[in-house]
């Protein structure tokens, strides 16, 4: 019984890693070709020269000092969800999310070679990897079935897709509003 109420949030947290996972994936080359665009390649090269000279330990702030400014702006974001102010909040949040994931993905590969020298850094950064592949398989099955059920929407049984998906959107709608 017990295991069954507690599924649910491992699944949510499963998710939540995941989406954070897949916007790192996806940033990271993103800045890749941002850094060839705009003369950053120097001011990289030059972190990087700056970073070799500092031990591990020190490599530590300068990966964790740049993000921490926007906690504060994603607090705000929240705030601004919670009086109702939704587009302004998320946009808010998304754009802080972004900026932070493209910003520690610049700068934790010029620092990574460093930071896994700290034992327990790479003991982390493994249990992370270790992490995300759990939650690949927690989330996989969901997936799978989520996949399963799209494919058959679509593929429809002479109705056509698109009026059962506009009957299932309003149902959906009808039954939030009874209960409100």
């Not at 587009?87 to 808010?92: K, N, S």
């Not at 990897?129 to 929407?153: F, T």
């Amino acid at each position: 019984m017990k295991g069954r109420l507690w599924q649910p949030l491992w699944v949510l947290l499963a998710v939540l890693f995941l989406i954070e996972a897949w916007f790192w994936d996806h940033v990271e080359p993103l800045i890749a070709r941002i850094v060839a665009l705009i003369p950053l390649r120097e001011l990289k090269e030059r972190l990087a020269r700056w970073v070799d000279h500092l031990s591990p330990a020190m490599t530590l702030p300068v990966f964790l000092v740049p993000v921490a400014p926007l906690y504060p702006l994603k607090l705000f974001a929240l705030a601004l969800i919670a009086q109702g102010h939704w587009v302004a909040g998320l946009g808010i949040f998304a754009a802080a999310q972004v900026f932070g994931l493209g910003v520690a993905a610049f700068i934790f590969d010029v620092t990574k070679p460093k930071l896994l020298q700290l034992r327990w850094f790479a003991a982390t950064y493994r249990w992370v990897i270790e992490l995300r592949a759990k939650a690949h398989a927690i989330v996989a099955p969901i997936m799978a079935q989520i996949r399963a059920k799209l494919a058959e929407l679509l593929k429809g049984d002479g109705d056509g897709w698109g009026s059962k998906v506009l009957r299932r959107i309003g149902a959906l709608r009808r039954r939030i509003r009874t209960a409100r």
